[in-house]
């Protein structure tokens, strides 16, 4: 089992630009979570999916965020245009769809926007 | 709103100097607690689930515990591999997380 996969590691760019962070979840999991990690707020959850729809984006803190996830194996997080305070972690976990069982995180995207 | 705390938010304790972090919750309906802990540089890694009030379960030197209001993550004769980030999280819908307590465990 390769866990939950997610690229790139580390993403530096400028402030304006579009950043796209990818994610695979563990085959046979049907839920997938995305969040984002700093000093300050913890881990915030940004948007989950169950079966491939968006069931909750409460947390997308504004429509420069988007994610999409086209197929049960691959999702995606966009930021666009990027702002300084985009900078964090930002992690995609997955789960199966069921009462209490846990997420299985990625190792995270460390996002710096200058 | 649901809301997770966790306390302390660091703690440097001496390699053998057992203690315990504690994670409280205001939640409706409370389904169950997760335990995580997280390494620098790396997604959080999951520990234990518990399920109801009274509940125990243990790995290693960690031992965590649920009450109707309260989870504790007892850490006994801590060694320095054990030094991470500790979280827990509530497993309602959104999975809402504590901010964590960042352990420190000194040689």
């Known amino acids: 089992d390769a866990g939950v996969i997610q690229s790139p590691r580390h993403e530096v760019t400028e402030m304006g630009q579009e950043v796209t962070l990818r994610c695979k979840p563990i085959?046979?999991?049907?839920?997938l979570f995305w969040y984002r990690q700093t000093m300050m707020r913890g881990l915030e959850l940004l948007i989950y999916f169950n079966n491939n729809v968006p069931i909750d984006d409460s947390g997308m803190p504004e429509d420069r965020f988007s994610a999409k996830m086209p197929n049960a194996s691959f999702s995606t997080l966009k930021i666009q245009p990027s702002e300084p305070r985009d900078s964090a972690v930002y992690f995609c976990?997955?789960?199966?769809?069921?009462?209490?069982?846990?997420?299985?995180f990625g190792n995270g995207t460390r996002l710096t926007v200058t | 709103e649901d809301q997770v705390t966790q306390s302390p938010e660091a703690l440097r304790l001496q390699e053998g100097e057992s203690s315990s972090l504690n994670c409280s919750y205001t939640v409706s309906g409370l389904r169950g607690l997760f335990w995580y802990r997280q390494d620098p540089g790396k997604g959080p890694e999951f520990l234990f689930t518990?399920?109801?009030a009274g509940e125990e379960k243990e790995k290693e030197r960690l031992k965590a515990t649920l009450t109707k209001k309260e989870s504790f993550l007892h850490i006994t004769a801590p060694k320095p591999e054990d030094s991470a980030t500790y979280l827990c999280?509530?497993?309602?819908?959104?999975?809402?997380f504590g901010k964590g307590t960042r352990l420190h465990i000194l040689p």
């Open positions: 518990l399920y109801s």
């Open positions: 999280a509530v497993p309602e819908d959104k999975i809402i």
């Open positions: 976990a997955s789960r199966q769809d069921r009462l209490r069982s846990p997420l299985h």
């Open positions: 085959s046979g999991h049907n839920s």
